[in-house]
């Protein structure tokens, strides 16, 4: 991924926690979300930038690609070691390996032993490797786990977060540490699971659009769902069987803008480390006539007049027999933001971006926050299928 813009302030979620009580496997745990803004440009090429990681990545099994210089980006704390340190992490599915220590030292403490592989994750115009510790993950509930993480001694970007909380598949480790180059490294999801935590393989994760960050407007659940997030029936749909989108949180999925289909059945990731959403290519230009936007070089984004967005029509996934809608207000950039994305104040802006065409040849869309922040989502390890409802933010008002 690209370096970090500037990075507003992060928000500590919780204070230090020092009990590590055994919780019955029924429960669930949940852990608040942080949204910051952070300010950027060409934001569509970045996002672009990091599709083509992702699939390339996955192609080579020796890749991951987290979230990184996006200019939404989606934090929360653990705390590691007895005693425990608190670490302010990225949250993202594209990604399944946990690492920290870019911008808060490791404290190494009674309960760390290294284990003495090393991880090394490339992204687009740097890195970060390191040793591999085994350590005690405590969550602000108090529940603790024994984890593999990653230790930064070398890096780039990312401030001022410490490191990166992977909750994407764990075949995605395959690779990432060596000498023992050959193991899938099991995530916190899975752990949390297998050391008898959770009753399900599974996270939760719920967002809400603001316009006002830095402020908590998230949460993630740990093997289980709170129905309190959503609206409506939570449907579930199989992980798409197209390589290589099948190595993530992907569904099949045709696109319609108003009544004309953009895109027949295809796969897509559904990603919290894209800023926007993706488009193929053909669905990107069918998208471009039907709105009349233009493309806008400051942002790299799409751009409407405002007599354009009164005329605009929802944009439908459809997936598995259910359709999942982007209202005209939701596919616009928050007004309020433009100028963190080297925007002017007045203008309306499109949340889109083209994957470009050899990336479209692998892929129909990648469904980033966007969508995410109007929607419930469920990432179901054991099932391997992706959940979604709708909320009630589907249909607000706010951009």
Known sequence: MLLVAALAPFVLLATGVTAHPRVARNSQISLS???HVNRTSNLALRDRKRSINLVNGC???TVEVPLNDAA???????????PPTSYNLMIDTGSATTWLGRNKTY???KTSVETGNFFNITYNIGSVSGPEYNDTVTFASGVAIRQSIGVASNSSGFRPYDGILGIGPKDLTLGIFTPDNTSIIPTVTDN????????????AVSFEPTTSPPVINGELTFGGTDSAKYTGDLNYFPITNATPADGFWAVDASLRYGDVT????SPGVVDTGSTLIGLATFAYNQYLGATGAVYDKNTSTLRITPAQYENLQSLFFDIGGRSYELT??????PRALNTQIGGETSSIYLVFFDLGPELS???GFIAGMPFLERHYSVFDTDNRRVGLATTSFTHADIN
């Open 192 to 203: 949390l699971y297998g050391q008898g935590k959770i009753e399900q393989n599974l996270v």
């Open 361 to 363: 040849k692998e892929l």
């Open 33 to 35: 979300i942080t949204k």
């Open 262 to 265: 953009i895109l027949n059945t």
């Open 72 to 82: 939404f980006a989606y934090s929360a704390n653990i705390w590691v070691g007895d």
């Open 328 to 333: 005209p207000n939701a596919q616009i950039w």
């Open 59 to 61: 192609q080579r099994s």
């Open 107 to 109: 404290e190494k403490t």
